[in-house]
């Protein structure tokens, strides 16, 4: 139900249900604010939305309130502007800056600060405070962000989304009155894969990208490209900040039905892997550096003799079928193992079958009761953790709504709420970081959580006894409204994707499912088909080719050792192209530098089917050119730009029309011109582009995109969604100011959320799954262990996330160590190898298992068995 609203004059239209402040925002109304956020709520910290609200038309004197705390179903006539209500902001800004610095000059934030534009304001320009001020004490919160508490208005959003929000514990709130202290006990690292977050979250400088002060630029300095996150399957949307040709940092991009307000540490941190010492800068023959010239023959006349074609994950759809067009839809294989392909493709059938509609990350929020089946989330996909937190607080957001109690008033929900929680149920191998909000934490092995999983699909039809763990998990998920239930293919297990989806199927219409796959577009590579690694290396060894080009991918990463030795041997030749150095490119009889994702446009398909489009931060180069210009090169086809490419592919493949509405074609205009990645106060643009150049030139073209690195250009609320490079405004120059470009608070942004569906649920019927294959291996079964800051080989190339890498960890059931003779911190031998991490020893770890550190001490590879044993 709406209402009318009159402010200043100006007759608007308000949901009953929403405070006085977003109806103001969403209408773009500008209300002075710090401690409400879109994410957060109202808490009526600051007193800074002050407004006056008038009983009725008789009403002359009106009353002054705080926007934030006043639903809108209790005012009809508001004024902003009112010469009372003016003069209280101003006192209370006045008060919040007593003790403030004032050091906007050395402040990073300066530029995008939030408390820069509400002190402008106000119209707080006078210092009349002449007193000494209180000071903090600054605090080493690790590598990622910088601390100065000094900077504080007390606000509270840092600690109500870290600790309420995000669910960590190492930061609060110390002190009282004008001596608030917001940090940790003592200095140290901050242990939420969220923490990098409280950079944008927080309103003033107190928490700042330690990466960025490092490597500063101002904001108005920096060209912003929007992109997507190429560390794992979400699609989480990011913005990528650059100047002198270098990524100076990456922040938050708001998607309504995705990351929403945030985004994990690993998104914010891992994309700086393209600045790290591991880039491959230079051409290598056989290992040794070459001249490009010499490289590009030898790769010629490898792919002359014939190729097969190894694609990526990590690689954009684009990338990958240049790569197949070159070679053929019969020799294009997956750069992963061939377990992990066929498990990918079963995910699509999945979808496209629909048994359930995929949930977005919104959806997620919005459920009722979550079954999670094997999947580690929130190091895996941490910002679907995220997104499972605010799920578990439905059953407290309906009860102080029966209470009366709106939800945006975040502290009255906590309190009438009384603690309660919609049941998240875990069925897991290891403690997880997510049983503090569990129902029901289950600690199972691989095969035993496939058949906890079919137990509970067997539970709709009665099977089970009752009172079992599995008929009280298809109880729940059967009385809930928005049932949910997650999977993936963090242990390798068809038996769990298709435990889940048999589930869903017995639940019936109302149940959403998520379906993980491991990278950013592998979705994408499994809608090209082809098998994995060892079946391209059988293909070689029958001599039906004798050149592999790699695409994108360290193989020693995404399979087994023995599978890719293999292929390699197999191999008369070996054609690498990547942006970073790695063992592929160090074994590879040629290796070309190819673009990084900042430095190339191109598409991922996200876990739910969804073609976003990142597009090149950096100007493109003749070095390092995108992938899919390198096998144009090669004869893959005949592109003058990448929408000529996605032209050809829709032709062949018009089940992927899609791809081309994910964002608009490079020759997108708008009244002003193509989209700029600059802001408006752009400075030194020739000083920094063209140092010791004699003469300026004009600013790069981008061919495969409608942005310009140009400072003229359309900007602002009117750019279409896949395009928005800032949310800046008159006024308005922090990420804040994204209230000004969305439907509503919370809701998509104008125009849609980016991105294009190219799966459908119901679009095909679901093929039989293959027969379960046997367990291979003797000895104990693997349970691979993620984690948040390293995720796969991209993200632990990034300098900053290097320094948050855990120790590897070898982790094995006291009995089973008993068994084996192996004390905690012995040396071990795995499968007769020396293995250089020690044993350690965990209770909660189903027996006859093995947990290993994912990708630092072994690869992602299929669900099997290794030999562990005390090393002589």
């Not at 600060?113 to 080493?140: E, S």
């Not at 059988?538 to 050149?547: D, Q, V």
């Amino acid at each position: 139900m709406t209402r009318k609203l009159d402010i200043d004059g100006r007759i608007i239209e308000a949901k009953d249900g929403d405070d006085l402040l977003s109806a103001c925002l969403a209408h773009g109304i500008d209300v002075p604010y710090f401690c409400w956020h879109g994410a957060l709520g109202s808490v009526g910290a600051c007193r800074q939305c002050a407004v006056k609200v008038y009983a009725g038309p008789e009403d002359k004197d009106g009353r002054i309130v705080m926007s934030c705390m006043t639903p809108v179903a209790d005012v009809e006539r508001v004024s902003i502007s009112d010469p009372e209500a003016v003069a209280f902001r101003a006192q209370v800004i006045e008060w919040l800056m007593v003790n403030h610095p004032h050091d906007c000059p050395v402040c990073e934030e300066a530029g995008s600060c939030h408390l820069q534009d509400m002190t402008i304001a106000t119209g707080h320009n006078v210092r009349r405070y002449r007193f000494d001020k209180r000071t903090h004490r600054n605090q080493d919160l690790g590598p990622l962000l910088t601390h100065e508490m000094n900077r504080c208005i007390a606000c509270y959003r840092c600690t109500r989304f870290y600790r309420d929000y995000a669910g960590g514990r190492d930061l609060d709130a110390f002190g009282a009155h004008d001596n608030v202290y917001f940090g940790r006990a003592e200095d140290g690292a901050l242990q939420s894969p969220f923490a990098g977050n409280l950079a944008e979250v927080c309103p003033t400088g107190v928490f700042n990208d330690k990466g960025w002060s490092q490597d500063y630029a101002r904001k108005w300095d920096m060209r912003a490209t929007p992109s997507v996150c190429p560390h794992c399957s979400l699609g989480c949307n990011i913005l990528v900040d650059q100047r002198g040709g270098r990524v100076r940092r990456v922040q938050n991009r708001y998607h309504g039905a995705l990351n929403g307000y945030f985004i994990c540490d690993r998104g914010r941190y891992g994309p700086l892997h393209v600045v790290s010492k591991q880039r491959l800068r230079e051409p290598l023959l056989n290992g040794e550096p070459a001249s490009m010239h010499d490289a590009c023959a030898a790769a010629h006349a490898a792919v002359a003799e014939g190729a097969i074609g190894i694609g990526s994950p990590r690689a954009s759809l684009e990338a990958n079928y240049a790569l197949q067009r070159l070679v053929g839809p019969e020799r294009f294989f997956a750069g992963v193992s061939d377990a992990e392909a066929r498990l990918v493709r079963r995910i699509v059938e999945i979808v496209r079958a629909g048994p359930a509609k995929v949930a977005s990350l919104a959806e997620v929020e919005r459920a009722d009761a979550v079954l999670v089946l094997g999947e580690d989330l929130t190091n895996a996909s941490p910002r679907l953790a995220l997104a499972l937190r605010q799920a578990a607080r439905g059953a407290e957001r309906e009860l102080a709504a029966q209470k009366g109690v709106p939800p945006w008033l975040d502290p009255a929900v906590r309190t009438a709420g009384e603690g309660r929680r919609s049941p998240i149920m875990l069925v897991t191998p290891l403690a997880d970081d997510l049983d503090d909000i569990a129902t029901l934490a289950l600690r199972r092995d691989p095969l035993a959580i496939a058949t906890f999983g079919a137990a509970v699909a067997d539970a709709f039809g009665g099977k089970p006894a009752s009172g079992t763990d599995a008929h009280r998990v298809a109880e729940i998920l059967a009385v809930a409204q928005r049932p949910l239930i997650i999977a993936g293919c963090s242990l390798m297990s068809p038996e769990i994707v298709e435990a889940a989806a048999t589930i869903a199927a017995a639940i019936g219409d109302k149940v959403h499912i998520a379906l993980l796959p491991p990278e950013a577009n592998s979705i994408g590579l499994a809608l090209l088909g082809g098998d994995g690694i060892e079946s391209a290396a059988a293909l070689l060894e029958r001599g039906a080719a004798k050149t592999a080009i790699v695409l994108e991918a360290d193989l020693f990463d995404r399979a087994l050792r023995a599978s890719v030795e293999r292929l390699l041997v197999a191999a008369k030749a070996v054609v690498a192209l990547d942006a970073m150095a790695s063992e592929t490119t160090a074994r590879a009889s040629v290796a070309l530098p190819v673009a990084a994702f900042t430095e190339c446009t191109g598409t991922y398909v996200n876990y739910e089917g969804r073609a976003q489009r990142f597009i090149a931060a950096l100007p493109p180069s003749e070095t390092a050119p995108s992938s899919w210009r390198r096998l144009d090169a090669f004869g893959a086809g005949d592109w003058h730009s990448l929408d000529a490419l996605i032209g050809d592919l829709i032709v062949e493949r018009p089940d992927l029309v899609g791809v081309a509405d994910a964002a608009p074609d490079a020759d997108f205009m708008m009244a002003y011109g193509q989209v700029t990645r600059a802001p408006r106060p752009y400075s030194g643009r020739t000083a920094d582009d063209r140092a010791g150049q004699f003469a300026d030139a004009a600013p790069p073209l981008d061919p495969d995109s409608p942005l310009t690195f140009g400072i003229k250009g359309a900007r602002g609320t009117a750019v279409p969604p896949p395009l928005i490079t800032s949310y800046k405004t008159a006024g308005q120059h922090s990420a804040n100011n994204v209230t000004r470009f969305v439907e509503e608070i919370g809701g998509p942004l104008r125009g849609g959320d980016p991105g294009a569906m190219l799966l459908k649920a119901g679009e095909a019927s679901l093929p039989n799954a293959a027969a379960p294959a046997p367990v291979e291996g003797d000895g104990l079964l693997l349970i691979p262990l993620h984690n948040a800051f390293t995720g796969f080989d991209l993200s632990r190339a990034g300098p900053l996330l290097t320094a948050r890498r855990p120790q590897p960890r070898l982790l094995l059931h006291p009995d089973d160590a008993a068994t084996l003779r192996l004390a905690d911190g012995a040396a071990v031998l795995i499968d007769g190898q020396p293995c250089a991490v020690p044993v350690s020893l965990d209770a909660s770890l189903p027996r006859g298992c093995v947990a290993i550190s994912a990708g630092l001490v072994v690869p992602r590879g299929p669900l099997h068995r290794l030999r562990v044993e005390a090393a002589p």
